[in-house]
């Protein structure tokens, strides 16, 4: 009781306003990092730039999350003005995840104004930025996939008496080449070179796969040799850009030719599973299942062993061309170099058989994989339980769920199959089946996808258990 009562005592304190648990002796005046800043930030509204240094606490990434929550509501431009400001101190960083949260929080991608506004606000209040400062704005526009704004922030950092460096102009030429405008973003590259600045591996990777992107080979290969010129050597992310570029717009011989000069570098150049596996699947989009076979055997004579993705490409391209039994002799060669497992190529064939409507052909494999204690994996399994449910057998996909549920050391199955079979089960009218999955999703918290969430409820409903119904609706709803 005594706990209970000190736990609500806390909860109510952290509602009061900073000055009366200040003023208040018994409340606790110890503030966490973010009610630190974010008071400051409510204190001193103009300039935060300028006075939240002064405000002592750790800076880190729960931090930061918190004080962006809170700010997001009502006070977008001041959460986005300390996200900048924090990412500029010299003992923090921001994560990925963090840009992508502000931009969700601040609604970038919809209201890129507020960008702009931001820095309009630093040339009124006359705010003491750095190139770092624009560079962290330059970032939140590379989340957002601002290209436009980006290049107006870029040409901006002169009226700040700011000059640009090379990681601003490689986030900007980088959204010109996602957006597909090369000649705008060949027209900064070049523009970097009038004041100084120098190309680095990464703008000549992004400008080599932007040319690729969009077909323009020659001027990929072009900047491939200016770049070898300029001292700034190819490693093989770029022969493997190049590769790829070749491998889609140009010709399998010169992609092959390529590969071979690859294959004779040594150290950074040589070809890697990455180079190997974008040239097989080259080959098999294009039905040449014969050539990727050969560039599988190549890839093992230069000691490179093939990854899952590389057998799954493979498995794929023999069930297109239903040499099914090609495909089995392929995986037992391929585990037996001991890179890759049976229980994962077999699972990638069973996804391939069903991805080219041979449902029979993947059932049988599916069940002899648990007979022998062979694991599939949960997108074998949920691919297979989809298709057995779109053709009506929605009774053989739950006790294939079953199965799969009570082999140990399993993935769980993707959320969207738990939905799927759940609302076919209750069509059906399989109330005993239906409730007892209902019951698993409720102890593993695993919420109703909208499309089946009032249909299934009906039907539960009709069953008499008002419990799982309550339960399912309350995941349900808190998840809105």
Same mark, same amino acid.
């Given at each position: 009781?005594?706990?209970?009562?000190?736990?609500?005592?806390?909860?109510?304190?952290?509602?009061?306003?900073?000055?009366?648990?200040?003023?208040?002796?018994?409340?606790?005046?110890?503030?966490?990092?973010?009610?630190?800043?974010?008071?400051?930030?409510?204190?001193?509204?103009?300039?935060?730039?300028?006075?939240?240094?002064?405000?002592?606490?750790?800076?880190?990434?729960?931090?930061?999350?918190?004080?962006?929550?809170?700010?997001?509501?009502?006070?977008?431009?001041?959460?986005?003005?300390?996200?900048?400001?924090?990412?500029?101190?010299?003992?923090?960083?921001?994560?990925?995840?963090?840009?992508?949260?502000?931009?969700?929080?601040?609604?970038?991608?919809?209201?890129?104004?507020?960008?702009?506004? &931001?820095?309009?606000?630093?040339?009124?209040?006359?705010?003491?930025?750095? &190139?770092?400062?624009?560079?962290?704005?330059?970032?939140?526009?590379?989340?957002?996939?601002?290209?436009?704004?980006?290049?107006?922030?870029?040409?901006?950092?002169?009226?700040?008496?700011?000059?640009?460096?090379?990681?601003?102009?490689?986030?900007?030429?980088?959204?010109?080449?996602?957006?597909?405008?090369?000649?705008?973003?060949?027209?900064?590259?070049?523009?970097?070179?009038?004041?100084?600045?120098?190309?680095?591996?990464?703008?000549?990777?992004?400008?080599?796969?932007?040319?690729?992107?969009?077909?323009?080979?020659?001027?990929?290969?072009?900047?491939?040799?200016?770049?070898?010129?300029?001292?700034?050597?190819?490693?093989?992310? &770029?022969?493997?850009?190049?590769?790829?570029?070749?491998?889609?717009?140009?010709?399998?011989?010169?992609?092959?030719?390529?590969?071979?000069?690859?294959?004779?570098?040594?150290?950074?150049?040589?070809?890697?599973?990455?180079?190997?596996?974008?040239?097989?699947?080259?080959?098999?989009?294009?039905?040449?299942?014969?050539?990727?076979?050969?560039?599988?055997?190549?890839?093992?004579?230069?000691?490179?062993?093939?990854?899952?993705?590389?057998?799954?490409?493979?498995?794929?391209?023999?069930?297109?061309?239903?040499?099914?039994?090609?495909?089995?002799?392929?995986?037992?060669?391929?585990?037996?170099?001991?890179?890759?497992?049976?229980?994962?190529?077999?699972?990638?064939?069973?996804?391939?058989?069903?991805?080219?409507?041979?449902?029979?052909?993947?059932?049988?494999?599916?069940?002899?994989?648990?007979?022998?204690?062979?694991?599939?994996?949960?997108?074998?399994?949920?691919?297979?339980?989809?298709?057995?449910?779109?053709?009506?057998?929605?009774?053989?996909?739950?006790?294939?769920?079953?199965?799969?549920?009570?082999?140990?050391?399993?993935?769980?199955?993707?959320?969207?199959?738990?939905?799927?079979?759940?609302?076919?089960?209750?069509?059906?009218?399989?109330?005993?089946?239906?409730?007892?999955?209902?019951?698993?999703?409720?102890?593993?918290?695993?919420?109703?996808?909208?499309?089946?969430?009032?249909?299934? &409820?009906?039907?539960?409903?009709?069953?008499?258990?008002?419990?799982?119904?309550?339960?399912?609706?309350?995941?349900?709803?808190?998840?809105?």
């Amino acid at each position: 009781m005594l706990i209970c009562k000190s736990m609500a005592f806390s909860s109510v304190s952290r509602l009061l306003p900073y000055s009366i648990r200040h003023k208040n002796p018994n409340f606790s005046t110890a503030l966490s990092p973010a009610e630190k800043y974010y008071t400051h930030l409510q204190k001193y509204g103009d300039n935060i730039e300028k006075t939240l240094p002064a405000v002592r606490a750790k800076l880190d990434s729960s931090c930061v999350n918190e004080v962006l929550n809170r700010c997001s509501l009502t006070q977008s431009q001041l959460g986005l003005r300390f996200f900048i400001w924090a990412g500029v101190q010299s003992y923090y960083r921001h994560s990925s995840y963090l840009y992508s949260k502000a931009c969700e929080l601040f609604r970038i991608n919809q209201n890129p104004r507020a960008i702009i506004d &931001v820095i309009e606000v630093y040339r009124v209040e006359g705010t003491v930025v750095s &190139v770092k400062t624009f560079n962290v704005v330059l970032h939140l526009c590379r989340e957002a996939k601002l290209a436009d704004e980006a290049l107006w922030i870029l040409k901006k950092m002169a009226e700040f008496n700011i000059r640009a460096d090379t990681v601003a102009y490689n986030s900007v030429i980088r959204l010109f080449c996602e957006k597909g405008d090369m000649d705008l973003a060949a027209g900064l590259m070049k523009e970097m070179g009038l004041i100084d600045l120098y190309p680095n591996m990464i703008t000549y990777v992004t400008m080599i796969k932007g040319f690729c992107n969009v077909g323009r080979l020659e001027d990929a290969c072009k900047l491939f040799k200016v770049m070898k010129g300029h001292g700034c050597s190819p490693n093989v992310v &770029v022969y493997t850009v190049i590769l790829d570029g070749v491998c889609r717009f140009g010709s399998l011989e010169r992609a092959l030719e390529l590969l071979g000069e690859m294959e004779k570098e040594s150290g950074d150049c040589s070809p890697n599973v990455v180079t190997y596996t974008s040239m097989i699947q080259s080959c098999c989009e294009k039905g040449k299942l014969m050539e990727a076979l050969e560039i599988l055997d190549r890839m093992r004579a230069c000691g490179c062993a093939p990854n899952r993705v590389t057998v799954s490409i493979l498995l794929k391209g023999f069930c297109a061309e239903g040499r099914v039994e090609e495909a089995f002799k392929l995986i037992d060669k391929v585990v037996a170099g001991g890179n890759v497992s049976y229980g994962e190529c077999y699972s990638s064939l069973v996804a391939s058989l069903v991805g080219n409507k041979n449902l029979q052909e993947a059932e049988k494999l599916f069940r002899r994989m648990l007979a022998n204690a062979v694991k599939p994996d949960g997108l074998a399994c949920g691919t297979l339980i989809k298709a057995l449910c779109l053709e009506g057998r929605v009774l053989d996909g739950f006790h294939l769920f079953d199965e799969f549920e009570n082999m140990e050391g399993l993935s769980y199955l993707d959320s969207d199959i738990y939905s799927i079979l759940l609302v076919g089960l209750s069509q059906k009218r399989h109330s005993v089946e239906a409730v007892k999955l209902a019951r698993l999703m409720v102890d593993r918290g695993i919420q109703l996808k909208t499309p089946y969430f009032d249909s299934i &409820v009906e039907h539960l409903k009709e069953s008499g258990d008002k419990e799982i119904v309550m339960y399912l609706s309350r995941i349900f709803f808190d998840r809105q």
